[in-house]
């Protein structure tokens, strides 16, 4: 068995998913290569060193700068904030580093185009961690879609409603909390959540031509969670929503937020086409709903589908049908996915170039949300 | 088009429901005979002509000896206490009447045994009132086994939850709490809900060889509601569950109780057979739940048909598809399928001699809950 | 009691629902006034006698005008196609008649104008049809937004998914596809059903100040029902979604279709706001959806509330809790609604300037779709 | 930290359950304990080598009783089939080992007790591993149901459904297959699935006082997986039901199958109390039921509770609200109770004398299906 030495910057909630990801895989998959937990990264020395203990990494570093250039390491893991995706990507390929990176790829298109570039220009694989691909239930709906079961697509249908801000008196920026600063983030919702919604929409009914948005930011201002008797304005978008032409003629809604009171991580995409239905809500996630125009009319209706047994996407690795997965295992399964594609030197997907297409929009919907204006989105 | 003169006795909840089928029913159904609201009889005699007012009766009788034998009437519909359906059956039968009876038919098996032997020798049609035969997705239901879609029947399961008797300081008796009376309705749950889930096995499962039963009564007395002073012992069962082997070799589960918090009219029945499994639940009563196992393993799961297009039960008589029915529709397709039987002189189900056969199963059950035995149940 | 002339004009879908909604309603809903069911009138003369003599009409009319000006009747009930409303609606209040006319209320913005000034000259009372207000759960939603439950609301969601003109061969046009027919119809999905949605909309949510919106026509031409051998282009939107802003600051989605394959009538709206949410589907009428923020947060999550309790909108007058009433309900509700209102001599929504205040919406929705810009909506 | 020094003996599914158990229970819950892995015991060497390199087993052993007498082992973890249970445990008890046992904890009550009192006698700690127990929405029920929040009890009805032996052609009795074998299992649902829901059963709402029981094996005979010319009786119950009585005065109803098309995992429990409902489905089991009969009568229904904030059970430990968990984590779960109760020297549930109480209840399931009469359950 061949070691690949990941190098991991980051400690937060994605340098766990990836931790346990990468100590997980082998028990369930069989590859030839194997991670090894080589050295983690994150400012905080004595924080570090207990995430390395309880997880298994070999070694910590305290600059990302260092952990980039060590000759040992294999891949670097971007888990960090996104304003600082592509300082370390682009250090990471021009050190020749295989690069996995958290979602949304970067701050902006421009960015990501960079990073794409450089990532390519090194020639070494790459993976944007968009993880929801990996839900079996969403792999399913890739199936169908490409064995032609729905035909035509009219509608493409996404939400990705939350609600843990809702609360006026939650502060802004510090450590947990930079998902609400814009300096760090980029924007709110559309990087966070829509950009999770978009990646599923390219993968799942192809590029998006043009979008028309609208954002907003419910509470004006919040206190810093690092100075709480200094209150800023709150720039991000606390809610965002568009309207969307695909390519192919089919059309698009898109919203997220995270004022959906009760809806605590409802990502849900339903696609419509002309032989038949399919719809995905992440809140029931081992489900998909599917409808076949050509049942029998008598009993015709939308199959739950329990994605749990042995002949559906990744299950036969796991229990016995029946037995559920959760949030971690998309994780263990874009790893070995990767894995895979360094086993047989081939491409597997989304890397770079897909998480830039998913910026590309992104950058979209912001520009019609400031203008009014459709804009294109490719 | 040809009149059939009904008798209606009762001006409860079930004579409302069959007031209003009688005058619905040639709006939405071609039938060559027409009901005619002729006659209702009850006993408060301001009452009954306020009710006749209301749904256009067109005269009222206090007494059902004399509407028994009112030349001008042909058919006597029987809505009321279950302790007064037998002598009334037995008069209409020698009166020459057609009989509609509400269900459960009788106070016993033995009761309903001479109903069926009056009404038989009178040669007249007879219908008991087991309306939910009659909800789209429940004939659906049957038109599925029937159509042998399930195959050989492994189990059969029905509950009928309702939670409306858990206050303690509900009185018994009276006028409106009859059904808490065991002098007026004989049993309790296993007579009032219970016979619904009985007829339904039957019709979809077949006949019941023998069954093993239990009874409770939680609350011990209640204050009589025409004498709140007076308190008495509760002589009806507040809940029934029993154990059955159908003739068929299929096992049965059955329960029923007024005491399950929040299940207001919970009627379920689920059908697992070896080639696929149904489930319906009055709750969703416009949906029939229905799996397949010759679907494409890929895609298999239980699917929820809406019982509502054009090709359903009953259903292109009534709006487009999409557009639900109700409660009370059930009543006038039984009336609609009586009338078709009466037109083309031919017998339809459920007669007297299927509320026996209910009855018997009933009776099964009481006698195993006081006796901890099996009872033959046929 | 008083009686209350109505003369129908119109025998398809709606004058069946309406013609229903007259001959039920004094069954369940005590009134002093009694509707009767005076005349109908439509052009095909059997077919219009056929249809008086099933439900009861006293007279017949084959020509509107003479129907509108008969003196022995109070209201007039339009009931057909969206290209004559206005002109039966101008001469009704020309003639003094109380106004009732089913949705959409015009062909655009400017005809509901002038009909609303027209019938608030006359100074009759009038109601436009949107029937889905009735639905008990509809009205409960209503009352809880009124109450406050909710607070301040962030979010509106509204679907209105069908799919009965997938199928490419369905002709247009004609006595029964009217509505794919713009000289008849005006618009596709958006006067059908964005109508009932945007009106469901302003009740619950208040004014929308803007939208932003699409539409597509996917099948580009069709037959013509009453010509098969010609093909015509489709006029008509097959689609349509648009982005709004709220007078009070929320955010809208809204979209519709009848190219959702397996979505038969799904018409649903949630309201997200600072206290809790609400969701309401019309496949699943009986329920409404809840969610206390304030709920103990150990136990907190949706509510299904089945609203058929006698504590509910309307509910009291049907059978008992836990039996389901349907789609036809509506009207008798918004029939006996509108009595009521005579009886007190009080204004009863939504009237024809309702009607209108969604027709200014309707025309913003499809200006937009025109011009791909922001429309003022009010 | 301190280790804990493991004899693993099976290496069939659950001998994976456990040690994934094992590996992750330090990463996920802050323990002065640590398991170690160090011996795994299988008479199949190749594949007990290759299972201990896949899951970190330290050692490997082919004979039990050499496994159970190491010095160096702390706890015998028995994950062998049914018929085996006995011998082991009576061996670790000798030997002084902390005992952990899958379930059903024996053949028959009277293996079960001479368990039980050989690990009482030795003093040490054990477990039986009702994993279901620690799924987070049943530990939240048993929350519930300890805070009073049903008060008594009226009803309890639990369901275990699958469908996985539906097939005629499939073998019994092999290496994978010995649930199908009398010999090997003791039974068949009723000590497989129905042992599930008697633990949960006993554990939320107290002793079962009397039972009456059918059982059936439908289809009577099948080939050996170990010498497939060969046809044999099959000598399990292929489904059970039975009626209960709780020394509480509740009712209680239980079935269980493996013929019920399409239903995988379909463990299912609801409780009705006098103040409320509880219902738990393990096909959906990141969700609760709760319906309080105290809210607010416009507004009552039952809630769904999505168990993933962090107040509910276990779920601080893993990811974020939002995020589901599996069906490996219940025995992550009951590890990390188990060491708990090791570090503060205080007895944990389910332990070996509650998985004999379970055995008393099927043990009289059983007689019952054998005698037809009610049988006493402890």
Request: hydrophobic letters at 40%; aromatic letters at 10%; charged letters at 20%.
């Amino acid at each position: 068995m061949r070691s690949l030495k990941i190098g991991l910057i980051g400690t937060g909630f994605m340098g766990r998913t990836h931790s346990n990801a990468y100590a997980q895989v082998n028990k369930f998959f069989d590859h030839a290569i194997q991670p090894a937990l080589t050295a983690v990264c994150a400012t905080n020395a004595p924080k570090t060193a207990a995430f390395a203990a309880q997880w298994g990494w070999e070694s910590v570093e305290s600059d990302w700068r260092t952990l980039v250039n060590r000759p040992d390491i294999d891949v670097v893991d971007i888990c960090t904030p996104n304003n600082t995706h592509c300082a370390i990507a682009l250090a990471a390929a021009e050190a020749g580093k295989i690069i996995i990176c958290e979602k949304p790829l970067a701050m902006n298109a421009d960015e990501a185009r960079r990073m794409v570039e450089a990532a390519e220009h090194s020639g070494q694989p790459t993976m944007v961690s968009f993880n929801y691909r990996r839900i079996p239930a969403v792999t399913l709906a890739k199936q169908l879609v490409d064995e032609g079961r729905l035909g035509r697509i009219f509608h493409y249908r996404a939400k990705y409603l939350q609600d843990w801000t809702i609360n006026p008196n939650l502060p802004q920026g510090g450590n947990t909390l930079w998902r609400l600063d814009a300096q760090a983030a980029g924007s709110g919702v559309t990087g966070d959540l829509l950009a999770h919604s978009i990646d599923l929409a390219l993968w799942l009914a192809g590029p998006i031509a043009q979008v028309t948005a609208m954002t907003e930011t419910f509470i004006k201002e919040r206190r810093l969670q690092d100075d709480p008797d200094t209150v800023k304005p709150v720039a991000i978008d606390d809610a965002c929503a568009f309207l969307a032409r695909f390519a192919n003629g089919a059309l698009g809604t898109f919203e997220s937020t995270r004022y959906a009171c009760g809806r605590k991580n409802q990502n849900t995409f339903e696609i419509n086409g002309e032989k038949g239905s399919i719809a995905f809500d992440l809140e029931n996630a081992h489900q998909l709903e599917y409808y076949n125009h050509a049942d029998d009319g008598l009993v015709r209706g939308f199959r739950t589908i329990p994605v749990w047994d042995g002949n559906h996407p990744y299950m036969s690795h796991w229990w016995v049908p029946g037995c559920a997965i959760g949030y971690e295992h998309t994780f263990i399964h874009q790893v070995s996915d990767f894995l895979d594609g360094l086993e047989r030197g081939e491409k597997r997907v989304p890397d770079l170039r897909d998480g830039y297409a998913t910026q590309l929009v992104c950058d979209a919907v912001l520009a019609s949300a400031r203008t009014g204006m459709w804009q294109p989105a490719r």
